[in-house]
């Protein structure tokens, strides 16, 4: 129970007493809506969550969002702070600053390398450049706050806040003296808007104090960079606006914040900033931002006249908003059989979970969790570090696009988790920093083609680099965005995208290393100078260095699309040759005196496992090359080096709270691609109990730092556990743990157009439910010995394989198949 301190009881003194009435007047009539009679309990959303506590920081806040505007709701019920934010609110921090001029000097860089002085070269990049110190982008801060101040009567009981995944909905539910109040609040895909209902037991109960108020006003970075802030009110409205004082060309200049408040019954009234509200039925609110590229340009009396146009009517707003929301997060449902434990709050749900019995209620919801904060960051834009929230002005890493890992976990489950048009924001995106990407390719490496930084938001330019982080020199970062494009392909069979944007792209990266490499003495690339992502060689202790698997991995996987996406049109055929050439010169993967696929693909650097990333893995985060599926003992290196990092993990977690969030990620995609279960499991269970807050908000470290990347990542490796794809091959079950006897997944996509609708097992027993989007022959492969298979319904055929474990069947294009199997 939840107890009015005597402060609370004189704060509803204050606010909802005999104070002064200023500008009094009635709103406009609210239309009654069936469901305003609450029950004294909350009930569980069927996809969703509940939680017992309220977020005592915006961190631990209620998430909703349409990809544009995000709102974390900490649920108090007496004192509410929803902390609002927008996908464009990238404060200005400094003009674009171009990226380091090292190309006259590479020559000597290199020498250095060659001579083993990595100190020394790293020295000379950062000397021979303007800039002399680490820059991150314009970070992502947050808009400001809605405040909400209700009265009490009593004692607050009955408390409970939930969020509804189909929905969007975030729920605040609690009683006292009077009856239940709720307020509930979503962020609509349909109209660009958030939507705040507040809703009270009875006639003329609902007495509460608004206001639109900065996030962090005394923080230091808030004063330096904000200026001319203003807010407004009057009887119907609340209007926040403030400018940037480090503005600059092409920047954002300002931010304005509108909120329409209506009220059924009782009347508004204004005091100073804020607006008061008495004897309401109920009440409901419009809160739209407007990022200003013009700030002598308002906007604000014109959205003022959009949400004064608006029906008041929050179920008609809800369903716009769910038709197109929940259509995309409903594709999707997993069964591990959870069963009546999904009743639990999250609070019991994280405590009762152990690593000896991973609870499956648990994995169920943050499955759903993790897809609905990324489905709920995702518009015109990708996710950033914290999706599309943001709670301070001192943002962890500036809350960037951190392409080095992050971004690349955010974004892992897009396609096969069925939201494949949610990619193009990533590619977009991609496609808009090319010009910068191209000088940074100029003007770094004195080559053609594009070169991705490590971050970005505002501008690509690579100004993310330091004596100590030679980031200027990681040259992965195009090929690996590169994969995005190719799959996008692979998956939704979009020939114009790939002739028109895929192909382009790759082309733009496999230009940069016809340019940047050069043959050693015996006749193989070198890859020099590179940083392999945040991690020093064990020998050198310094990120200068040369040969990072991540490069040799990256650039061959983009030639060998390169090739394919060109024959695919029937282009590049003086081009098709040189790539073929330059995979001939690669560099191998080393194994170490331990066993593991080495870091750097040369015996002068030795490796440091005792680092989050393990970017060496490149290769196996998203299938397996078929050079490596040809080579068992390639295979065991591969699988060694993922012990030695996993077991790292469990070291540092007694010391230190284990590795980040997105390294166990790409261990366990890996895993997953090695069809290993127990490794990929060992992967999985940290993910599940160590990162998650009770809002089902992902964190970067364990039980802290706010971040979407394992919303991303988790989804995407539980589902590479259960099924795996490439044109024409399906395989169900490449790491599907013990632990798992029985269960059922829905909405799996797969390369080559082919959705598996439902995927159900029982012991030796599968049921798949196919549907290919075109005709086409597909091998279906089970992880083991088939015993029987039958076509249960729709039309097409089955024939056996050399290989016992697969059969191959004819499809049918946009009809579904019913296939069961029994293993032996």
């Known amino acids: 129970m939840m107890k009015a301190t005597g402060i609370l009881a004189a704060v509803a003194v204050l606010l909802f007493g005999l104070g002064v009435s200023i500008a009094a007047a009635p709103s406009p009539a609210i239309p009654p809506e069936a469901g305003t009679q609450f029950s004294k309990t909350l009930a569980v959303p069927e996809r969703g969550f509940i939680s017992s506590d309220p977020g005592e920081t915006w961190e631990q806040g209620l998430l909703s969002g349409n990809g544009t505007i995000g709102a974390s709701v900490l649920g108090r019920p007496l004192d509410e702070i929803v902390v609002f934010s927008h996908k464009r609110m990238f404060v200005p921090e400094r003009a674009p600053i171009l990226p380091p001029l090292t190309s006259t000097r590479l020559f000597e860089i290199r020498r250095l390398i060659d001579r083993g002085l990595y100190a020394q070269a790293a020295q000379l990049a950062v000397d021979v450049s303007e800039q002399k110190t680490f820059l991150y982008p314009d970070p992502l801060m947050p ?236 518009s015109d834009l990708p996710p950033t570090l914290q999706g599309v929230w943001a709670g301070t002005y001192d943002p962890p890493w500036a809350s ?160 060998r699309n390169a090739i394919a996406a060109s024959r695919e049109l029937n282009v590049n055929r003086d081009k098709i040759p040189v790539w073929e050439k330059m995979l001939g010169k690669m560099p191998p993967y080393l194994v170490n005196e331990d066993g593991a696929v080495k870091e750097w693909s040369t015996p002068k650097l030795t490796d440091n496992y005792n680092h989050r990333h393990t970017s060496q893995l490149y290769a196996l985060y998203d299938g397996m090359p078929e050079e490596i599926a040809n080579d068992p003992k390639l295979q065991a290196a591969f699988k060694k080096l993922i012990e030695l990092k996993i077991e790292r993990h469990w070291s540092n977690w007694e010391k230190q709270g284990g590795f980040m969030s997105f390294g166990l990620v790409q261990l366990g995609q890996a895993a997953a691609s090695l069809g290993d279960s127990d490794l990929a499991y060992r992967c999985l269970v940290p993910l599940l109990n160590r990162y998650w807050l009770h809002n089902l908000a992902s964190m970067h470290n364990a039980k802290r730092l706010f971040n979407t990347d394992i919303s991303g990542g988790l989804p995407a490796v539980l589902i590479k556990m259960l099924a795996a794809s490439d044109p024409g091959v399906v395989r169900l079950f490449p790491a599907k743990p013990a632990a798992w006897p029985s269960g059922a997944i829905e909405g799996i996509l797969c390369r080559g157009q082919i959705e598996i609708k439902r995927l159900a097992w029982d012991g030796k027993k599968i049921e798949a439910v196919l549907r290919s989007a075109k005709a086409q022959e597909l091998s279906l492969f089970a992880p083991g010995e088939i015993k029987t298979v039958a076509l249960k319904t729709g039309a097409g055929s089955i024939r056996d394989m050399k290989d016992v474990r697969g059969r191959k069947l004819s499809l049918p294009a946009g009809r579904e198949v019913t296939i069961e199997l029994e293993l032996k």
């Open 400 to 559: 960037d696009f951190t392409h080095n890992g992050n971004v690349p976990s955010a974004i892992a489950g897009l396609l096969m988790a069925n939201t494949p048009e949610l990619m193009l924001a990533y590619t977009s995106y991609m496609e808009w920093l090319a010009p910068y990407l191209e000088v940074n390719a100029e003007r770094i490496f004195g080559a053609r083609g594009i070169v991705l930084p490590s971050r970005s938001t505002t501008t690509g330019y690579n100004n993310a680099f330091a004596v100590s982080f030679p980031g200027q020199f990681w040259v992965a970062g195009a090929a690996w965005a590169a994969h995005f494009f190719y799959d996008y392909w692979l998956y939704t069979g979009d020939r114009k995208f790939l002739a028109e944007h895929a192909l382009p792209f790759m082309e733009k990266a496999a230009l940069f290393f016809e340019d940047y490499l050069y043959e050693g003495p015996d006749g193989t690339y070198v890859f020099s100078p590179t940083q392999s992502p945040e991690n020093a060689p064990g020998n050198t202790r310094n990120q200068m260095s040369f040969n990072a698997t991540m490069d040799v991995a990256a650039a061959k996987e983009l030639l």
């Open 143 to 378: 808009a400001f706050d809605l405040r909400i101040k209700m009265d009490v009567q009593g004692d607050v009981s009955g408390y409970l806040r939930a969020t509804d995944f189909r929905t969007g909905e975030t729920i605040v539910h609690w009683s006292d003296g009077r009856g239940v109040f709720e307020r509930r609040l979503f962020v609509s895909r349909a109209d660009g808007l958030a939507v705040v209902r507040i809703s009270g037991p009875g006639p003329g109960l609902v007495h509460c104090r608004l206001e639109l108020a900065p996030r962090e006003p005394d923080n230091r970075r808030f004063k330096a960079n904000v200026a001319n802030l203003a807010t407004t009110t009057d009887s119907n409205f609340l209007t926040f606006r403030h400018g940037f004082s480090r503005a600059y060309p092409g920047s954002i200049q300002g931010l304005e914040g509108v909120a329409r408040v209506a009220a059924r019954g009782g009347a508004t009234t204004t005091d100073g900033p804020a607006l008061m509200v008495k004897g309401a039925d109920e009440v409901l609110m419009f809160v739209d931002i407007r990022v200003l590229d013009e700030f002598d340009k308002s906007k604000i009396e014109a959205t003022k006249k959009a949400l004064a146009d608006l029906p008041l009517n929050y179920g008609e707003f809800l369903e716009r908003h769910e038709k197109i929301h929940g259509e995309m997060f409903l594709r999707m449902r997993l069964d591990l059989g959870g069963g009546a434990d999904h009743g639990l709050t999250t609070e019991t749900l994280l405590a009762k979970t152990t690593d000896a019995e991973p609870s499956r209620a648990l994995l169920e919801k943050v499955f759903d969790a993790g897809r609905y904060n990324i489905i709920s960051s995702t």
